[in-house]
């Protein structure tokens, strides 16, 4: 083996499995590469014997009661029921007793309404219980659709102001991507549960971009900035949010009051 | 003043317990998180700033960045890495801040007060003491602070997940907004700056590699 080069041996002296033995092997026999790597290890030897000053046992509270008083109260809110991963010890909590109960409620006082106001009604105007919430659930993620597209269309719009500026600021995108994950998450779960799941595949794509804008940081560099373009390209998902917004929007319009759509719609779609 | 349920207090209750807590409304749960987590934060967020006051900075924001973020939390992964995560983020944005600053108020580059945020050319500016005095003096640790101020934010970002965090390739990409190979090409381009910074003040640790090529 030909003498590794310095990013092959700081690569090595790091535990880098690619051509370890290779290296190990030159570096045995080659008294200039043993040198080399020794430089290295001295170097990073002596980083670290660099301190970090102790902050103190009592740190972790000292911490806490510098942010407790700028943390806003988490409501917790009937979702989060679903949102937080199963785990069987919690099914036996009152709270979430208390979700199931209150959902249970509603199941069946829509029920109820439901009967009383057909009863004795000229002509039943208002469509079945699944038909209502089908509708509100694609008016609701119809909106939800657009509000990323614009981020998407943004981002992919984004950059410098001028050639001077090596940073280009996301912060404003990236406040509006956090803000629309948690409907997201919840837009996905439903779309599942209804058993639509090209619907939730989209989102659930959607959800990795908007978490990764979310994550980013407020300002990128436009080579930072063209890696999150590409990755939003690569997914296609620009193209599958306005396939599916648009498709919403038909459905919207459609599913008034009259015909059950359900399957052979959400079958096309699908195919998204 | 709200006590801590007892079941969050039991050595056995883990991170996600305590997160499930906090989403469900108990407040008081994440002060476990806060406190089980803060001095490793605290380590890593010295070791990017490079001053005590930045980092403890950090380490609130990372803390309240995580709080508002949980929802985004996968159960699944380590609330410890994610919160480490959000600390880097946070702690390059805030280099990235100080170092414009510092260029518009400070266009020659100088030292700063805390001889963190110097300017490239500070290093050929400033004469470098012999090997002798750095090591009776103490120097030594002053010149690593010195080196390490030297690199940007997303090197220096790089080096310490890298060195001190022990995290891999992948992380550091995902940290830096980068692909794999670009982290890793960060991580190289960081220890090369340090040894051009360093080599003239450190001996090679010598006879005790001398046996081995594993060090």
């Not at chain 1, 629309?180 to 837009?187: A, C, G, I, M, P």
């Not at chain 2, 409304?25 to 089980?36: C, K, N, S």
Request: aromatic share 6%; with cysteine.
């Amino acid at each position: 083996m030909k003498h590794p080069n310095e990013e092959e041996l700081i690569a090595y002296h790091d535990g880098e499995v690619f051509q370890r033995e290779a290296i190990a092997g030159h570096v045995a026999g080659c008294a200039e590469c043993h040198a080399e790597l020794e430089r290295i290890d001295a170097v990073l030897a002596a980083l670290n014997t660099m301190t970090v000053p102790d902050p103190g046992d009592d740190y972790g509270r000292q911490v806490w009661q510098q942010i407790a008083p700028r943390l806003r109260d988490r409501k917790a809110h009937w979702w989060d029921f679903f949102l937080v991963a199963p785990n069987a010890a919690n099914w036996l909590e009152p709270r979430r007793w208390a979700a199931v109960g209150a959902i249970a409620g509603l199941v069946i006082v829509a029920f109820l309404a439901g009967r009383f106001t057909r009863r004795g009604g000229p002509e039943p105007i208002a469509t079945d219980a699944s038909q209502v919430r089908e509708r509100v659930l694609i008016l609701a993620v119809g909106e939800h659709l657009g509000r990323a597209e614009m981020i998407l269309v943004e981002l992919a719009n984004a950059q410098p102001k001028n050639a001077s500026q090596k940073q280009v600021n996301i912060s404003a995108e990236q406040r509006r991507a956090e803000n629309l994950l948690e409907e997201n998450r919840l837009y996905r779960q439903t779309a599942l549960k209804e058993g639509d799941t090209a619907l939730a595949n989209v989102l659930d794509e959607l959800e990795r971009v908007l978490l990764d804008v979310a994550h980013s940081p407020q300002e990128v560099t436009p080579a930072q900035l063209k890696g999150i373009r590409q990755r939003i390209e690569a997914r296609g998902i620009l193209f599958k949010v306005r396939v599916v917004d648009s498709e919403l929007q038909r459905r919207g319009e459609s599913a008034k009051p009259s015909p059950a759509p359900s399957t052979s719609q959400k079958n096309e779609r699908n195919k998204v | 003043m709200k006590r801590m349920s007892p079941s969050v207090e039991t050595p056995g209750d883990n991170d996600a317990l305590a997160v499930e807590r906090t989403l469900a409304g108990d407040r008081e749960a994440f002060r476990v998180l806060v406190e089980r987590h803060s001095t490793s934060v605290f380590r890593l967020a010295y070791r990017m700033t490079g001053n005590q006051h930045d980092a403890e900075e950090v380490v609130q924001e990372a803390f309240l960045r995580a709080y508002q973020k949980l929802r985004q939390f996968d159960g699944r992964a380590n609330f410890g890495t994610w919160v480490y995560r959000i600390a880097s983020n946070y702690a390059i944005d805030q280099m990235r801040q100080r170092r414009s600053e510092e260029a518009k108020r400070e266009p020659v580059g100088r030292a700063g007060a805390d001889g963190v945020e110097l300017d490239p050319a500070a290093l050929v500016a400033d004469a470098a003491p012999s090997p002798e005095r750095l090591a009776q003096s103490g120097e030594l640790a002053a010149q690593m602070r010195h080196a390490l101020s030297l690199l940007t934010p997303a090197e220096r970002t790089a080096f310490v997940m890298r060195h001190w965090g022990g995290s891999g390739i992948e992380e550091i990409a995902e940290a830096l907004k980068s692909s794999s190979s670009a982290a890793k090409n960060t991580v190289f381009r960081s220890v090369q700056k340090l040894r051009q910074a360093l080599a003239p003040f450190v001996e090679p640790r010598g006879q005790a590699k001398a046996m081995g090529t594993e060090l």
